[in-house]
């Protein structure tokens, strides 16, 4: 069962590209959510989907573009990366009804 | 604005000890509060939660104290491990808001053999 996984684990682009971040999941889980983790901030929410075709800016939204036409895929898209954006990059689900977010292995993006 | 407020920043603890990381919130809609651990390389895995209609959890060597009047809650790790060397964030969360998780920004925690 591999739960949550997240593609690519390791980007490096440049100033001004797109870069997409994949997130997988084969629990069916309803919530999905985007965190970014940089030292001293500890993970803050970047957009949430509570279902497919619903989703919701979370703490840190400027620059990012969310979609999720499927249930069990929620991509993060950057469509201008900039040096800021760099960081660890983590996707997480949660099943309606209970408590617990799963989180995935994360993506560790740098931006040149 | 920090609705989530950790300490310390970093501990080091000898094996055997006990090792204390505390949570302070301002939101009084918030009502669970989870623990989550993370290793290096790795996405955060949870640890151990507690809800506020009860003021201590405890699950093997790891206990939760909850003060709901003071808006602060507390892991205990006892006996500690190198094992348990890694980084802790304690989070808060509502139902009114999706149960979107607000995380304090880490204890990195050492435990020395």
């Known amino acids: 069962d591999a739960g949550i996984t997240q593609s690519p684990r390791y980007k490096i682009t440049e100033t001004g590209r797109q870069v997409t971040l994949m997130c997988h999941q084969t629990w069916s889980h309803s919530y999905m959510f985007w965190y970014r983790q940089d030292l001293g901030h500890g993970l803050r929410l970047i957009y949430y989907s509570a279902a497919a075709d619903i989703t919701d800016k979370g703490e840190v939204p400027d620059g990012y573009v969310v979609s999720r036409s499927k249930t069990e895929n929620f991509p993060l898209t950057l469509e201008s990366a900039t040096r800021s954006q760099t960081s660890v990059y983590f996707c997480a689900t949660r099943h309606r009804g209970t408590d617990t977010q799963y989180f995935g292995p994360g993506t560790r993006l740098t931006v040149l | 604005q920090q609705q989530v407020k950790q300490s310390p920043q970093s501990l080091i603890v000898q094996k055997g000890g006990i090792s204390i990381i505390n949570c302070a919130y301002e939101?009084?809609?918030?009502?669970?509060f989870p623990w989550y651990q993370q290793f290096p390389g790795k996405g955060p895995a949870l640890l151990i939660a507690i809800r506020p209609d009860v003021s201590e959890k405890k699950e093997g060597r790891f206990t939760i104290s909850f003060n709901k009047s003071a808006k602060q809650f507390s892991l205990h790790i006892m006996d500690s491990q190198p094992g348990d060397s890694a980084t802790y964030f304690c989070a808060a969360s509502s139902g009114g808001s999706n149960y979107k998780l607000t995380f304090g920004k880490g204890t990195l925690l050492t435990v020395n053999p």
């Open positions: 939101n009084t809609a918030f009502d669970y």
